[in-house]
DNA sequence: TAAAATTAAATTGTATGCAATTTGTTTTCG
DNA sequence: CGAAAACAAATTGCATACAATTTAATTTTA
């Protein structure tokens, strides 16, 4: 580097990239979860749901990086839609359980198509993808590990 | 795959580790920004203006992927903290002109040592990272070539 | 076993982030 | 020229995000 402040030039930082990729790569996907009306993070906690059926607030946050004080709301308002239901474990009251409903699981169905369509909007070749997955996925483990010790 | 819903998988999607790494990033900056009293997105603000001392709220925008809506009020809290100044343009008077103070010059001094502290957070080799870098840009490009037809 | 510690959600407060609209200015063009 | 179109910010409304605190339930431990 030419002098000791290009450190701090947003071209030279790798943050950035990535903050205005994952930003644009949530806008590239709004057109298709306005047709099933669900919002970008409405979609990847929907992802979760279709997995896994029933989980709680807990488990669910820790999938999607995600805490309760964004959670909460979010999985109200899915409820509100009809595709979850929101109620307390029996066996450990502290635990709100997310469970799908049918509802839920039919828009799955509606829901199969937008992988295909994001695919065809992110211009990456097969290896590169696969490259870009496992860099990302580098960092997620280091993040991970400074976060615990 | 195994079955056609394979693709709606959380651990399938390019975007969710994008999104996910984009926070964790952000979650590794916030010790550093704190002791700089600076957000991450007042962050990348002050690193333009340190390059170009000067910019109108569109150029700035595009620059961050931000719109007015964010920018706004976030140039207002950087005026308050004394780092920036907001002036309509005499040439147009529809331009806002924001220029960088003595003091936002000061405090890229106290900056410099935040790239540096990152770098050590993210566990990638200098090769790693640089292809991280340019899988980034060609996705980022391919957004900006999806925006404008 | 009862107080202390831990845990899980919910709540509160602050800061984005963006679509859509409004306001004020400038440019275009009939 | 002067109305219409284009443009730049600001505003409004809604949806995240996340830190910090609170509330309620469970586990630990003295």
Redesign the pocket.
Known sequence: MQNKYDALKLDNQICFPL?ACS??I??MY?PFLDDIDL????Y?TMMVMWETEEI??????ER??????????????LETKGYVV?N??K???????VTLTDKGRELKKKAICIPEKMAGCVHLTRDEAFELYRLLHKVLSAAEDEKNG
């Open positions: 903050y930003k644009e949530v806008r709004k919002t970008y993070t409405q990847i709680n607030v807990k488990s669910l946050g999607l990086y995600l805490d309760s004080g964004t959670l909460t709301p979010l999985l109200k308002k929101r307390r474990s066996t450990d009251e502290r635990n709100l359980l």
